[in-house]
């Protein structure tokens, strides 16, 4: 099991840019792929990206494609979700998560990650 730590949420405005992180620990990151998902008040944890296990393949929400890049870096077994241009409609928790394996292809079900962090809040104002 690896252990998830989100960090960089914030409250910006709108086209405004974040960047949030992933931290992980426990086990290396090279042996994961990631995602990222996010969770409006009200709303279903919704997929955002993912990113397999060495970065070859990125998988987006049609919602964020052109505005929101994920990438990792397995040095530092840290993931990266990169929000340009954010929007209102952007606003929720988000929420990376690991699914051990060195897979290919795009896994964008909650069901399909084991291990989560807590979350970080990202709010937009208009």
């Known amino acids: 099991q690896v252990q998830l730590i989100e960090s960089g949420g914030g409250l910006v405005q709108t086209g405004d840019s974040l960047r949030l992180s992933c931290v992980a620990s426990?086990?290396?990151?090279?042996?994961?792929?990631m995602g990222w998902f996010r969770q409006a008040p009200g709303k279903e944890r919704e997929f955002v990206a993912n990113?397999?296990?060495?970065?070859?393949?990125?998988t987006y929400v049609d919602s964020v494609k052109g505005r929101f890049t994920i990438s990792r870096d397995n040095a530092k077994n840290t993931g990266y979700l990169q929000m340009n241009s954010l929007k209102p409609e952007d606003t929720a928790v988000y929420y990376c998560?690991?699914?051990?394996?060195?897979?290919?292809?795009?896994?964008?079900?909650?069901?399909?990650?084991?291990?989560w962090g807590r979350g970080t809040q990202v709010t937009v104002s208009s």
């Open positions: 998560a690991a699914r051990e394996g060195q897979y290919s292809g795009s896994y964008g079900r909650v069901q399909d990650y084991l291990d």
């Open positions: 990113i397999n296990w060495n970065g070859d393949e990125r």
């Open positions: 426990g086990r290396p990151l090279n042996n994961y792929g």
